[in-house]
């Protein structure tokens, strides 16, 4: 996945990122609403974390303002503000979900993975898909009941189809969903990947649209 991390504290923004980096998702970290607002511009999100009380602003007000743009992108409200109040203020805002600070890693892993299924159609963390079984909470994929090893960028490649079930992918797509802003990236990659995928998945698993992109068959 492509996420926004909005978090001004150091320490703590570096262990998130590094958290949800390592589990193969590409992380843009902004530590004001200002890049965060550029950020949401120029790029298209399948998950923003924020922090509410930032050095130019609240959160909640970012919120606000994007829900009112329209925009569905999933949000997790990451915050020190432990009220009710403050709860139901961030909920009504249009949070998905609302963590307390300090929170354990492994449970935003747990809430960032749920956030998603639900938008993507599917709260279930079971999926077969063919002679695939995937298990989106515990990131286990098997052939016939047979376990593959998946590396985090193959799993984050297999998870951007997931989420789009049936929809053509272009390399742009996929590079943005794998690769945060400044990562150097080569001109083939995304085809080496597609091609480690079908190796391991199946052949038939991934259908190439020339000059268009990929796609998952069903």
């Known amino acids: 996945m492509?996420?926004?991390?909005?978090?001004?504290?150091?320490?703590?923004?570096?262990?998130i990122h590094d958290q949800i980096a390592d589990e193969g998702n590409a992380v843009d970290w902004v530590k004001t609403l200002a890049y965060a607002e550029t950020s949401k511009e120029t790029t298209d999100y399948d998950l923003i974390l924020l922090d509410l009380m930032l050095p130019d602003g609240s959160g909640i007000d970012f919120l606000i303002n994007l829900?009112?743009?329209?925009?569905?992108?999933?949000?997790?409200?990451?915050?020190?503000?432990?009220?009710?109040s403050d709860r139901i203020k961030g909920l009504n805002a249009g949070a998905d979900d609302y963590l307390v600070k300090p929170f354990d890693l492994t449970e935003l892993s747990a809430r960032i993975a749920a956030v998603t299924r639900r938008y993507s159609g599917n709260p279930n963390p079971l999926l077969k898909i063919g002679s695939l079984e995937i298990d989106l909470t515990k990131h286990i994929v098997s052939r016939n009941q047979v376990p593959i090893e998946l590396t985090a960028r193959e799993w984050a490649l297999l998870e951007a189809f997931i989420q789009r079930p049936g929809t053509l992918l272009s390399k742009p797509q996929l590079e943005d969903h794998l690769y945060a802003f400044g990562a150097e990236i080569e001109s083939n990659t995304i085809e080496v990947y597609i091609s480690r995928l079908r190796k391991k998945l199946g052949k038939n698993q991934l259908e190439t649209v020339r000059g268009l992109g990929y796609r998952m068959t069903p």
């Not at 829900?67 to 009710?84: K, L």
């Open 2 to 15: 492509r996420i926004l991390l909005v978090e001004d504290a150091e320490d703590l923004g570096e262990v």
């Open 67 to 84: 829900r009112r743009s329209g925009s569905i992108t999933p949000v997790i409200i990451m915050t020190a503000r432990d009220q009710i």
